[in-house]
């Protein structure tokens, strides 16, 4: 009961989030340098297989983590961004200027100067997209650690300006490092959004249907040959939040398993909705 309520209390602190993410990184690397190195890539390298009738993915657990976990880590930083532009501080244009120039410039410049190190080595020269990716979930990490201290507006700053970069980043994937595309389900993709659209238009605000044809937008991007990470943002693009259910606040919360984020928005809508009784202040 102890260690519960000590577990209860550590998970309840703003930096707990980084702490996990920098000793998850320290741990992994002291494994991969060690004697058991060879059980670390056998567990990443193990396969992973599901099979439903006709459709069958089969990938090892590496890309388990980067085409799923990361779909997921995705989903929910496009549903901070969508409320942050649609109620918060990127409601106005020239607030989302500043972060957009940034991602862009962040991803320009390093390419340019690898570009410009590498112009006479043609193979090395074929590497000039890999400086133009931020690692949002690191920058977010250290962010976390420094706690209240770190202004909300540049967590929020960071957050856009990575989320826009890593989104560059996959669509340079996409259009310069995909040897082949799968036109079907492309396609179907393309119909997911579609319907994603009409609920969003018809003003369905139950979760399920968007996670329902979400799920199936993951798997038609996944066998397109194009990074399935995309299927998070554009889910969350989707949901809805100005309507009285909120499910965008409700999805967003239960993202966090954790006890929510700590943001003004959530604490209210959530207080209204457990103690009705209680008056904002």
Known sequence: MALRHSLARFFQLEAASGLMLIAAAILALCINNSPLSGLYQGFLDAPVQLR????????????????????????????????????????????????????VGGMLVPA??????????????????????????????????????????????????????????????????????????????GGCLALLLVLNRLGVTRLAPYLIVGAVLWVCVLKSGVHATLAGVALAFFIPLRTPRQPLLHLEHALHPLGGLRHPALVRFFQRRHFPGRHEC
């Open 112 to 189: 340019l100067i690898y570009a410009a190190i590498n112009r006479h080595d043609p193979a090395a020269l074929a590497g000039w997209a890999i400086p133009t990716a931020t690692d949002i979930a690191f920058a977010l990490g250290v962010l976390a650690l420094l706690g209240k201290r770190v202004p909300a507006s540049l967590k929020l700053f960071l957050m856009t300006l990575a989320i826009i970069d890593d989104l560059g980043a996959i669509v340079i994937i996409a259009l310069f490092y995909t040897s082949s595309l799968a036109g079907g389900a492309l396609a179907m993709a």
């Open 52 to 103: 439903l009738g006709p459709l069958n993915i089969d990938k090892p657990a590496l890309l388990w983590i980067n085409d799923l976990l990361m779909a997921l880590f995705f989903l929910l930083i496009g549903l901070e961004i969508k409320r942050e532009v649609l109620q918060g501080q990127l409601s106005n244009v020239s607030q989302v200027a500043l972060p957009g120039t940034a991602a």
